[in-house]
């Protein structure tokens, strides 16, 4: 409980921070063109994976750790309908050996940036309640991988580009800020090598994303300096 309430005081540290020391003219607007969301974010990997030991099966599999962390999404809505938003986040992850491998524990870590890009609808522009649905993309980079299997062992780990599905909803609570609520699925895959130890694994990684928080609505003009110019928003609507 103490890690969710602090990394949803950090994501919300992180909003107020960027709505609230820029120029007077950045007024938060309900319809406008760019939204920024600080968020507590679970990364839920549902994992299943086929390991070997020099090429032979083990009837075994490696697990990854759920982790709750701060994280940041980006938003520009083209029109009030439609938008893309990149989520953001670094998490560190364990992998635990499961099945008949179980003994061995945690066989390493890895620090994790997964970003994701997904374009969104969004219903109800005019509403309090503002539900959305996107698909899109996201890449998870691995680095700072370790082994724990012994002195002399390596882990080095595949990145992966997978399928992302979202839904969520946005709630006005006025002057352009929102309570937000946000569940992403990624299809992904990857491989893993324990160098020293002849041990490899192709994993099926296909977390599940649900984040909580807090976002700000402003026309992204304002924030340029760009107060006599249009927006492609402004056109479009």
């Known amino acids: ?10 994501g919300l540290a992180l909003v107020v921070l960027l709505a609230g020391t820029q120029q007077p003219a950045l007024a938060g607007d309900n319809h406008g063109d760019f939204m920024i969301k600080g968020v507590v974010t679970g990364v839920l990997p549902d994992t299943d994976a086929t390991v070997k030991l020099n090429g032979s099966r083990i009837p075994g599999a490696r697990e990854v750790s759920d982790e709750v962390i701060p ?21 560190k992850h364990d992998l635990d050996a ?14 994790i ?26 890449y998870i980079a691995f680095f700072d991988e370790d082994s724990k299997l012994g002195p002399g062992t390596s882990l080095g780990i595949d990145d992966g580009l997978g399928f992302t ?13 929102y309570v937000n609520a946000d569940v992403k699925k990624t299809w992904l895959n990857t491989d893993a090598r324990w160098g020293g130890t002849g041990i490899t694994a192709d994993v099926d990684l296909d977390p599940l994303i649900v984040s909580a928080g807090f976002g700000y609505r402003f026309n992204l003009g304002d924030l340029l300096g760009g107060h006599g110019a249009t927006s492609a928003y402004e056109e479009l609507k």
């Open 1 to 10: 409980m103490n890690r969710i309430l602090t990394a949803l005081a950090a």
């Open 71 to 91: 994280a940041m999404t980006l938003t520009y809505f083209f029109t009030d309908n439609i938008a893309v938003e990149l989520f953001c986040c670094f998490a």
């Open 98 to 111: 499961t099945g008949s491998i179980s003994a061995l524990g945690t066989i390493g870590d890895t620090w």
């Open 113 to 138: 940036f997964p970003p994701a890009l997904t374009a969104q609808y969004h219903f109800n522009p005019d509403g309090t309640f503002k539900p959305y649905v996107g698909v899109g993309l996201q």
């Open 165 to 177: 599905l979202q839904a969520g909803l946005d709630i006005a609570v006025g002057n352009g800020w």
